[in-house]
């Protein structure tokens, strides 16, 4: 499938001509004051990023609200089975061994060939891998019992088992053909893969969890349970690749019945776990760079972002507009509803001061004229009104306490030392020494001084070291040798993936579409809600109110699964080698995930990440271990006390990374930044006052503000101090004031190419079974080369005559050409 079969995302509100309209009358009004009102409320968001939220609420996100019956029906198979095993007594009784053996008697009911005895085993050993709770009182004894068991089936073998299973559904042609003929596909149709995914999961989420009073047999089950899972067991390739099938398969309407949300769950974690989190990329990290020899970082990335404080976020149209109807009443010295705590903390009081709090509905850039248009006649009043009065000065237990220095060190990279260098020979000299960046004869002392702050500050980053590695490779493939490359989880994930990655990438960028809060239904749109509707629709307007917040959390967490597993992926590879992220990367812009993205943000934001579509009582382990109390209308609408939903914060921050990881240094994305209008949309997001999701909105307007235009950076001084406070400084980088536009015109194609050529090369080289063909040994001896068998067709015998005929005999032979010089 090539990247222009999908769907193009079109950001809303664009004219023909691809330019923003303006909202005019009572909807403008309207969109004012909605956003007015949600940046006033916006509280301070105590949330802490991580792999994954809690045990409890990942295992919950498992199951949808219409699979609730379901957990009696576990239920009842077990103790069927089980009461024939141990009479009036309870498996919370039974010793290790009597429990090994009751386990290794259903192993063996796994194998029988009758369906709905198989479904039944099956569903005997979910139950116990959800903590047999209906013998447990509480929620704490159905996780103690839960792991409990999950480790034991590991140790008896329960996962292999499983697998075989796996493997025969997916290739049930039966049950695809009777799914792709259905009109509508329910719960019904993916009972057994459900099932066996969901015990899978168990497995996956339980072992993968580290816990202080873990046994001594239960880490090194991790260990070897990580190692499985990573290694090409299955088949000759890792799990995972066999979970990537299933949702190309599922993409390409070829099994429409496939639970993709379980699926794309344990995708995640299995990448998770065999791969490493985030603290587990930073060790590996800090491992490579000692390895190549590089200097330590200058800090942790993690611990920094962790003691970042939100900042609140600039004000909106409607406040500038009552700030300014007070002041035309002569109240000047009254500021009611502009924000003065907020992006522009550390700096001195000046004219600009509110001027870009208008909301984007309001700013130049968004009008017909482009990017440098004619300010608003409402927006000049803002703009040329007098700075007001200083505020008296507080007493010294009041002041502000002002953190000591930025919270990131600069970085230099070498190019950038070389093109300052470069600029100044030219400019005192006459002339340029190429890279040579240790001569300074010649130039002033001040140019000394800043190429030894530069080099002071100078990183050298993995990538670039891979970059110059394989340089050298393609330059000298004789003489350097064979690379050896390390058999490590991420590059035998990586093998697995390269043959079909394209096709993988494209798949998880439908789900997240089809997911996705902006886009609208479709007749031709893939159907991911096959796993949560039930056979028999909604009669009563409670059911219908279920279902829809079923229907809602559904589609949240298929969006946080591909989030969280695209960044993964991201991250690892680019840690493997350079190259290999550069080349999911491209699939990636090709499949046109940089406007999904911003589709994605083009929402009320605050909105989407306070949505309320959770039904506490309904959650596991909590439905089934407490009474179920009666639900109403009333207590579906209020939904849970949290200030915010966890998983949507998690996923939108996930959405930024990967934006930011597809447009760093690379000049051409950065355009379809500008192209694509995206400084309105993330600034907007700046409303979320988290300090993580404001970082990474604060290096996506970043890279693109000098493309701006000047007005643009006048009229939003605010996100400028903010990007200066808490964004890395690269120090020769001209990002507040520079205009290089016309410098570096915008080839896409151009610098697309020269980057596939180089993957090419590194895959060709690396990964190619017939490499090095130019360099393999020639046979000389036209004896040996003549004795040679060659295979031949079995009907060559009867035309051989005839093939002789026409292709020798008939054909004029010139025996004079061989005497010409060629």
């Not at 611990?303 to 700030?323: G, H």
Request: aromatic share 8%; proline share 6%.
């Amino acid at each position: 499938m090539q990247a222009e079969d999908m769907e193009v995302p079109i950001i809303n509100n664009l004219n023909e001509n691809g330019q923003r309209q303006r909202p005019t009358g009572k909807y403008m009004f309207k969109v004012q004051q909605e956003e007015s009102e949600s940046s006033m409320e916006s509280p301070n968001l105590e949330f802490e990023y991580g792999d994954t939220d809690t045990l409890t609420a990942e295992l919950s996100e498992l199951y949808s609200y219409t699979e609730e019956p379901e957990f009696a029906l576990n239920r009842d198979y077990f103790e069927e089975d089980f009461r024939s095993h141990a009479r009036e007594r309870r498996w919370i009784e039974l010793t290790l061994e009597e429990q090994r053996t009751y386990v290794m008697r259903l192993l063996d009911a796994l194998e029988v060939t009758d369906r709905d005895k198989r479904l039944k085993v099956a569903r005997a050993i979910l139950y116990l891998a959800q903590g047999v709770f209906d013998e447990c009182d509480t929620e704490v004894d159905v996780l103690h019992w839960s792991r409990h068991n999950v480790f034991l089936l590991y140790d008896m073998g329960i996962f292999t088992a499983l697998l075989e299973l796996l493997s025969m559904e997916i290739d049930n042609n039966q049950a695809c053909s009777s799914a792709v003929r259905k009109p509508a596909i329910s719960l019904a149709d993916s009972t057994e893969l459900r099932v066996l995914l969901s015990i899978m999961y168990l497995l996956v989420e339980t072992i993968r969890v580290q816990t202080e009073d873990d046994r001594p047999e239960w880490r090194a089950a991790r260990e070897a349970f990580k190692n499985e899972l990573g290694s090409p067991l299955y088949n000759g390739e890792p799990f995972a690749l066999l979970l990537f099938t299933m949702v190309t398969k599922f993409c390409s309407m070829n099994a429409p019945h496939f639970p993709m949300k379980k699926v794309l769950l344990l995708l995640w974690k299995t990448i998770l776990f065999t791969l490493g989190g985030f603290e587990e990329l930073q060790e590996m990290k800090v491992r490579g760079r000692e390895r190549l020899n590089l200097p330590p970082l200058p800090e942790d990335s993690i611990k920094v972002v962790r003691a970042m404080r939100a900042a609140s976020p600039p004000a909106s149209a409607m406040e500038l507009i009552e700030q300014q109807q007070q002041q035309k009443r002569g109240r000047r010295s009254r500021r009611p509803l502009v924000k003065q705590d907020s992006l522009d903390t550390y700096n001195e009081r000046d004219p600009f001061k509110n001027d870009d709090a208008r909301d984007e509905e309001e700013d130049p850039e968004d009008t017909d004229s482009g990017i440098e248009g004619e300010v608003d006649p409402l927006d000049r009043d803002v703009i040329i009104q007098p700075p007001p009065p200083p505020p008296p000065l507080r007493p010294p237990t009041e002041r502000v306490n002002f953190p000591k220095g930025l919270p990131w060190a600069p970085k230099v990279r070498e190019k950038d030392i070389e093109h300052f260098l470069e600029t100044s020979r030219n400019k005192f000299i006459g002339f340029t020494l190429g890279n040579d960046t240790d001569t300074l004869v010649g130039l002033p002392r001040p140019i000394h001084e800043s190429v030894k702050t530069l080099k002071q500050h100078k990183y050298v980053s993995i990538a670039e070291v891979q970059i110059k590695k394989e340089d050298d490779l393609q330059q000298c493939p004789m003489t350097l040798g064979e690379e050896e490359v390390e058999e490590t989880p991420t590059e035998m994930l990586y093998l697995g993936m390269l043959p079909n990655l394209s096709q993988y990438v494209i798949a998880l960028l439908k789900l997240l579409l089809a997911a996705a809060p902006t886009s609208k239904a479709k007749t031709d749109s893939i159907n991911i809600l096959a796993d949560v509707l039930p056979e028999e629709m909604p009669i009563t307007v409670l059911q219908s109110m279920k279902l829809g917040i079923d229907v809602n959390r559904h589609k949240e967490i298929i969006v946080k699964a591909i989030s969280a597993l695209l960044l993964l992926l991201l991250k690892h590879f680019k840690l493997n080698h350079i190259y290999q992220f550069e080349i999911v990367s491209q699939h990636l812009v090709f499949a046109n995930c940089i406007p999904l993205i911003l589709k994605f943000f083009n929402q009320n934001i605050m909105s989407y990440i306070s949505a309320k579509n959770s039904i506490f009582v309904l959650d596991f382990p909590h439905c089934v271990v407490h009474e179920m109390p009666e639900l109403t209308a009333d207590s579906l609408e209020a939904g849970d006390s949290n200030q915010f939903c966890w998983r949507n914060l998690f996923s939108c921050i996930n959405l930024l990374r990967i934006l930011n990881k597809l447009t760093k240094w690379k000049h051409s994305r950065t355009m379809m930044l500008v192209v694509f209008k995206s400084a309105p949309i993330l600034k907007r997001a700046l409303k979320v006052k988290q300090a993580m999701m404001q970082l990474y909105v604060l290096k996506l307007l970043k890279i693109q503000t000098k493309y701006l235009g000047r007005q643009w950076r006048k009229s939003n001084m605010k996100t400028m101090s903010a990007i200066y406070q808490k964004v890395r400084h690269r120090l020769n980088d001209d990002w507040a004031y520079g205009n290089d536009i016309d410098a570096r015109p915008w080839d896409f194609q151009a610098e697309e190419c020269a980057l596939r050529e180089s993957i090419e090369k590194f895959n060709s080289r690396r990964y190619d079974k017939n490499k090095n063909g130019d360099f393999a040994p020639v046979d000389n001896c036209l004896q040996s080369v003549l004795g040679q068998r060659v295979e031949l067709p079995e009907d060559f015998h009867y035309s051989y005559e005839m093939w002789l005929e026409r292709e020798v005999f008939s054909q004029p032979i010139q025996w004079e050409g061989l005497l010409q010089n060629p």
